[in-house]
C-alpha cells in the first residue's frame, strides 16, 4: 500500500514538473493553457469564494438522483429478465437499440419535457446508467452457476426466496462492478449536460470560465472532476471489498 502511494505521489509530481516546462519552455499562453501555478491559484479563489464548493455539491446531488433512480429499477429489471426467457427475447432488442443512443442526444428533448434546471440533467443521468445496469445485471444472473439453482429448486426456494437469497448474492459481484463503471459514465455525462441544460455545477463552472476566458479556472474545474471521479471510484471499490462480496465472487 506504501508502495502504491509513492509511486501515485511521484506520478503527480513527474506530471507538474511536465506541465511547468512544456508552458514554460514553449511560451504557451495563458489564454491557451495555464500553468500549474495559476491553476492553483485559480482553486484557491473558487474554493474561498464557495463557489467550487457548491458548484460540486450541485453536480453530486444530480449524479446522486439520477444513479439511484437508474440502480432502483434497472437492477430489479435486469434480475428479473435474467430468469425470465420470454421477456427478456421480448424487451432485449428494444434495450439493445435504445441503448447505443448517446444520452446527450437526448438534450433537446429533456430540454423540452424539463425545461432548465435538475430534472433535465437527473433525466440524462438516468439515461446513461439504467442500460448499462440493466444490461450488466442480465449478464450476471445468466452467468449464475446451474448447480446453484438446482439446489435452491430442490429446497423448494421461489418466488422472492430464490432471488434473495441465491440469485443476487450469486450475481451481486458482478453487479458491483457494473454499477463501478457505469457511475463513472453518469459522471462523465453531468458534466456534458450542465454545459447546456443547467446554470450550475462543474461543467457549467467550465463553460461560464471559457465565456470568460478564464482558462485557468477551465483548468481548474476540470482537477476537481477528476478529484471527485476518484473519489467515487474509490467508495465503489470499498464495497467490492465487503466479506460477503469477496465470498461470492471467490464462489463463482
Known sequence: ?????????MVFLLVLFFWQVVTAVFHVPEYMFPRPGDV???????????????????SLFRVTWGFYLAAATAIPLGLFLGRKRLFR????????????????????????????????AIFLIF????????VSTISSVLNIRTTY?????????????LYTRVILPAALP?????IRITLGTAWL???AAEMIA?????GYLIIDARNSLRMDMVVAGMIVIGVIGLVLDFLVRLLERLPSIEWSRMRR
Open 40 to 58: 492553483a491559484l485559480a482553486l484557491w479563489q473558487m474554493a474561498k469564494s464557495g463557489r467550487l464548493f457548491e458548484s460540486s455539491v450541485a
Open 89 to 120: 427475447h421480448m424487451l432485449n432488442p428494444l434495450i439493445q437499440f435504445l441503448r447505443p443512443i448517446s444520452p446527450l442526444a437526448w438534450i433537446p428533448i429533456a430540454l423540452m419535457w424539463f425545461g432548465i434546471g435538475d430534472r433535465p
Open 149 to 161: 439453482l438446482r439446489v435452491a429448486e430442490n429446497f423448494g426456494l421461489k418466488g422472492i426466496s
Open 1 to 9: 500500500m506504501a508502495m502504491k502511494k509513492a509511486g501515485f505521489v
Open 127 to 134: 439515461l446513461a446508467s439504467f442500460f448499462p445496469l440493466v
Open 198 to 202: 443547467v446554470k450550475s455545477g462543474l
Open 189 to 191: 455525462v453531468i458534466v
Open 174 to 178: 458482478e453487479i458491483i462492478t457494473a
